[in-house]
């Protein structure tokens, strides 16, 4: 007796496609882009305008790849040139993705995300789907209140779908990625499976230098301060990194340094330990304070300093 083999089912096709993660200063977009990768590659801080840059953060599961893409919080001020910057970024990852989460915090929402949501609904985002992301749900006290605060946001916009969720909690993590993926146009990955992100080793030097420098001076320290790369060398498993952090006034270079040296050296340290688990080697870490009056202002300062 003879049985014919069942046929093989076949292999689920590829799906890929990009996600803009947007929304004000400060409602967890970058907390949300490393739970999403499952790794630290978007610094964060309570310090409002942390993301400066389009960072890109890459997730496979199964035949599914996530590309997913961090943006600065758009900004109503658009005096100085950085300001400019940051939101020509926002605007930039808007105009190529297939999907957009809209970051707020549950139950909250005021001009600053009407600014954003306006951005959204422009001319050239007709017809992407537009998730409406309630993050920070946690911290909500009465849930039954969300449900006229979600009733008023459809009514703003006809989302494609609502999720409330914590980016803390894994669960709601997932949630969220098997949401996403059906709205994925089928096609081969952009990326190798294995990848995170698009961003170099000295790129991801100075954002984390950058992000110890906002958690360790608070309000001390205006947001227009930055930090350059100055030498990047691999030897082995060894990084030889010289990194310059650049302020606006002398003091603010003091502030910087702090009483004796030590709020530098702990800036240097903290980035160091995180700097040698990213990328698994050690690291020798030098930092240095400059001061450069208006730079933020100035287009010509923004290029130099790796603002494109």
Not at 70 to 77: A, K
Not at 143 to 155: F, G, H
Not at 272 to 278: A, S, Y
């Amino acid at each position: 007796m003879t049985t014919t083999p069942s046929a093989e089912e076949p292999p689920a096709a590829q799906r890929c496609g990009l996600i803009a993660i947007v929304g004000r200063p400060n409602v967890g977009k970058s907390t949300l882009l490393n739970a999403l990768v499952g790794q630290k590659i978007s610094i964060t801080s309570a310090k409002a305008q942390t993301t400066r840059h389009r960072i890109t953060g890459i997730r496979t599961l199964g035949a599914t790849q996530f590309v997913f893409v961090d943006t600065p919080g758009f900004q109503t001020r658009h005096a100085a040139a950085l300001n400019r910057h940051l939101n020509r970024t926002v605007q930039g990852a808007l105009a190529d993705v297939d999907v957009v989460l809209f970051v707020v915090e549950a139950g909250r929402f005021g001009l600053d995300d009407a600014k954003v949501l306006a951005l959204i609904q422009g001319e050239a985002m007709k017809g992407k789907p537009v998730f409406l992301i309630a993050n920070k749900l946690d911290a909500v006290q009465r849930r039954a209140e969300l449900a006229p605060w979600l009733k008023s946001m459809q009514d703003r916009h006809a989302f494609a779908e609502f999720v409330p969720l914590s980016a803390k909690k894994a669960a709601d993590v997932e949630r969220l990625l098997g949401i996403v993926r059906p709205y994925l146009p089928e096609q081969p990955w952009f990326h190798e499976e294995d990848a995170l992100t698009d961003r170099s080793d000295r790129f991801l030097a100075s954002e984390l230098i950058r992000e110890k420098l906002f958690r360790l001076t608070g309000d001390e320290l205006p947001y227009t301060s930055t930090v350059v790369i100055d030498k990047f060398e691999e030897e082995g498993n060894l990084r030889r990194i010289a990194a310059s952090i650049v302020v606006e006034r002398d003091a603010h270079k003091g502030i910087v340094i702090g009483a004796g040296g030590e709020r530098l050296k702990r800036i240097g340290s903290e980035a160091r330990q995180e700097l040698e688990t990213l990328l698994d080697a050690k690291v020798f870490l030098e930092l240095f304070v400059k001061v450069r009056s208006g730079w933020a202002a100035d287009e010509d300062h923004l290029r130099s300093y790796g603002y494109e």
